[in-house]
């Protein structure tokens, strides 16, 4: 199956295992974003203390979580999940090869090749899971508000 842009859609098509691990891969992706602000893993902990203002979820074990992602090597996408994330997002091609260091050609490959290639499981516990799907939900509304 090819995958088009205008299929938006498709993530929601996606089975729950993957529709997990791309939260989790979000998640991940917002951590490493604060830690790279200032090269130390308080910068993510105040961030999470900031929306956790906001939101349901429990702070402590998102901190947690964030130890665990920042610091294990094994929870880190592969640039294979990061291709088909940026590409079911709708991220044009120039700038998935530019975040994830490949080739057009890469991108090209992963998307024709998702439906054989899609064996993602998540790597976080169900109550792991559950935190990080929570934050995540009020990050993205958050990301939703419009200014006029």
Known sequence: MRYKKSQTTLLELLPLNILERIAEIKFYRICEKFYK???????VF???ECLGILGTFN???????A????????MEPS???????????????????ETAHCSKRDITYVINNAESKLKIARKTSETEIK??????????????IKYK
């Open 37 to 43: 602000i200032q090269g130390e893993l308080s910068a």
């Open 46 to 48: 105040n961030f999470i």
């Open 59 to 65: 702070i402590e074990a998102l901190k947690i979580i």
């Open 67 to 74: 130890q665990k992602m920042m610091y294990n090597s094994n």
């Open 79 to 97: 640039k294979y999940e990061l291709i088909l994330l940026m590409a079911l997002e709708g991220m044009p091609s120039a700038q998935i090869a």
């Open 131 to 144: 935190e990080i799907l929570r934050f995540m939900g009020v990050f993205e509304t958050l990301q939703n």
